[in-house]
T-cell receptor, first 114, second 114 residues
Framework: AQSVSQHNHHVILSEAASLELGCNYSYGGTVNLFWYVQYPGQHLQLLLK??????LVKGIKGFEAEFIKSKFSFNLRKPSVQWSDTAEYFC????????????FGQGTELSVKP | NAGVTQTPKFQVLKTGQSMTLQCAQD?????MYWYRQDPGMGLRLIYYSASEGTTDKGEVPNGYNVSRLNKREFSLRLESAAPSQTSVYFC?????????????FGEGSRLTVL
């Protein structure tokens, strides 16, 4: 079965540090890729998405992600994190060979120290 | 514009009791979803509805039933609650068909089964 893996379960950074959260998926066919963010006590909201075109995708709040097809990866990056980025981050992938099912990774909790 | 509204936000049940989680969206979306979120496991799809009158099983449908009452509403029912169903439940909707568009999430319903 297709799967999505986020290897970092909990990341702790100081403000202004750079961030990279890993996301890998198990399938080499056609996929769409998403990063969602869940701030404490809130619902999930879309951070950015990749469907096609330029593999470097820019999202809200200074986040970006790069799709590397050969590595089945879609890592999330931010050059300089802020305390307000403290949240849980979920990578999600649509696998078209499974009827377009959206599968989420386990999530990465990011804590940013002021 | 409320987006996706879920009720109740919190519920405590005893094993064997039944309950229904309600979800409504006001964005005129065709597709609606129910996910459960458990620590370290990300979000797992319980059921999906592509349109009024249609439903489809997701990754973890056992112990649940759903009803797509109309285009706006998609309810999730636990007929005989079990402690393993203690979780946070999220309803979501999307404009396009399964797996092709951004999901909009409700604020979640935290269910505890004793």
């Amino acid at each position: 079965a297709q799967s999505v893996s986020q290897h970092n379960h909990h990341v702790i950074l100081s403000e202004a540090a750079s961030l990279e959260l890993g996301c890998n998926y198990s399938y080499g066919g056609t996929v769409n890729l998403f990063w969602y963010v869940q701030y404490p006590g809130q619902h999930l909201q879309l951070l950015l998405k990749y469907f096609s075109g330029d593999p470097l995708v820019k999202g809200i709040k200074g986040f970006e992600a790069e799709f590397i097809k050969s590595k089945f990866s879609f890592n999330l990056r931010k050059p300089s994190v802020q305390w307000s980025d403290t949240a849980e981050y979920f990578c999600a992938v649509i696998f078209y060979n499974q009827g377009g099912k959206l599968i989420f990774g386990q999530g990465t909790e990011l804590s940013v120290k002021p | 514009n409320a987006g996706v509204t879920q009720t109740p936000k919190f519920q405590v049940l005893k094993t064997g009791q039944s309950m229904t989680l309600q979800c409504a969206q006001d964005m005129n979306h065709n597709s609606m979803y129910w996910y459960r979120q458990d620590p370290g496991m990300g979000l797992r799809l319980i059921y999906y509805s592509a349109s009024e009158g249609t439903t489809d099983k997701g990754e973890v449908p056992n112990g649940y039933n759903v009803s797509r009452l109309n285009k706006r509403e998609f309810s999730l029912r636990l007929e005989s609650a079990a402690p393993s169903q203690t979780s946070v439940y999220f309803c979501a909707s999307s404009e396009r068909g399964r797996g092709t568009g951004e999901l909009f999430f409700g604020e979640g319903s935290r269910l505890t089964v004793l």
